[in-house]
């Protein structure tokens, strides 16, 4: 599976925008969908993950503001930041788990917030 991330840019605080994240094969029902991020000089964070059952789980710094989500027809997962804060810059990756473990990451997609 190759995963493809869009939809970074540069955006004022409090602005919003929206992830998208498109894999090259079938993504498969029974696979774990996530964001992390990594910003400069830290470690890579998870941001959230969906599982197949659809349950989410969030960074407590994004809880309320971020959305992530799947379709699986068109296997593809988003995440819809709002109110973002200059803390969420970062560069955003999509990753994909699969039931036998299997790990695959997309390219990163950079995420500017100016205060």
């Known amino acids: 599976v190759q995963l493809q991330a869009s939809g970074g840019g540069l955006v004022q605080a409090g602005g919003s925008l929206r992830l998208t994240c498109a894999s090259s094969g079938s993504i498969l029902i029974a696979n774990r969908l996530a964001w992390y991020r990594q910003a400069p000089g830290k470690q890579r964070e998870l941001v959230a993950s969906?599982?197949?059952?659809?349950?989410?789980n969030y960074l407590n710094s994004v809880r309320g503001r971020f959305i992530i989500s799947r379709e699986n027809a068109k296997n593809t997962v988003y995440l819809e930041m709002n109110s973002l804060k200059p803390e969420d810059t970062a560069v955003y990756y999509c990753?994909?788990?699969?039931?036998?473990?299997?790990?695959?990451w997309g390219q990163g997609t950079l995420v500017t917030v100016s205060s």
């Open positions: 990753h994909s788990l699969s039931s036998s473990y299997v790990n695959s």
């Open positions: 969906i599982d197949s059952r659809g349950t989410i």
